[in-house]
């Protein structure tokens, strides 16, 4: 560099093991673009794309509402997700699972935090651009089919090309067929089909479009054992064979353990990250933080709501103990109730 010329642009690089943090300043000179520098730094730096991951994301955080009634759906969540992989995100109801699914697919938006996803920052995008993302590289699968029952298997399976005006690959689509075992039902209807074909259809339409990133939200929830087992089946192969990323959210222990990778999330954070899970050890987890939510739960509910809760009203106060819940006494009338739902608000407090 000669005497006197200032850089085009200045950069520093913080590293701390697990993410890189880019600190730009840049100096104002014609011919420059910072967003073109930026992406070229991150091709080069950006460690999803070093280790092979699908989609990232940083101190992800979501909340609803305000004030007192803020929800925190969301708290600082580090996570990535491999290329190639099939993953399980489980965890009792309202833990969060399902908000970190539809933020990390554009479907809701993050308080804070970053996204990466195929060296683009999704938290950065607006609607047309996240639109456009979750046409060509994200797929779908949802527990209620969502297939459109005028058309056929066939019809459903191309529809997303059909509305985005591209014509279908057909040597994958026969391939898809074929892994998927409906070679023999692309002429019937939805309602010509079980459940676990309807699936298995609503699967195809969500890898016929080639997509990067696959989600998929409870997808054997409305199906029985022997259809879950076949869908299950089929995803595992998809990924095995065709090379797809499935990240999956399921209640259920036994669907987890067709995953490669098994997450647990309870209140808003991971709580167990385990590698080629089993139905067992899933559902031990899965227990305990139900059991730790409860506990939780009643800890945190005030003596005065626990009394309502037990419609008691008028309770007086009482001191605060850590003493055992005592069993209820059977007593005709109202006097055991209120004695019970007494000793209940001693207890919460």
Sequence with gaps: MRAGTRPLAQFSLAHDGARRYFFISWNHRPGI??????????????PSASRGIAIQAIDLVKNYGTGSNMVHALRGVNVSFERGK???????????????????????SATSGHILFGGADLTRMNDKQLTLLRRHKIGFIFQS????????????????????????????????????GLKQRLNHRPNELSGGQQQRVAIARALITKPKLVFADEPTGNLDSVSSAEVLGFLKRSVNELGQTIVMVTHDAVAASYADRAIVFSDGRIVADEQHPNAEVMNELLMAERERTTRTTLTDTPADQMAQMAGVRNVPDLPITDAPLPPAVPTSGCEGTLRHARAAARHAR
């Excluded at 509305?163 to 391939?175: M, T, V």
């Design 145 to 180: 089919f969502n297939l459109l029952p005028v058309f056929t298997a066939e019809q459903n399976i191309l529809m997303p090309l059909t509305l985005a005006g591209d014509k279908p690959d057909r040597a994958w689509f026969d391939l898809l067929v074929e892994t998927l």
């Design 86 to 108: 099939f993953t399980a995100i489980m965890g009792p109801s309202g833990s969060g699972k399902s908000t970190l699914m539809h933020t990390l697919a554009g479907l809701d």
């Design 33 to 46: 673009r910072p967003g073109q520098i930026w992406r070229d730094i991150m091709n080069v730096q950006n």
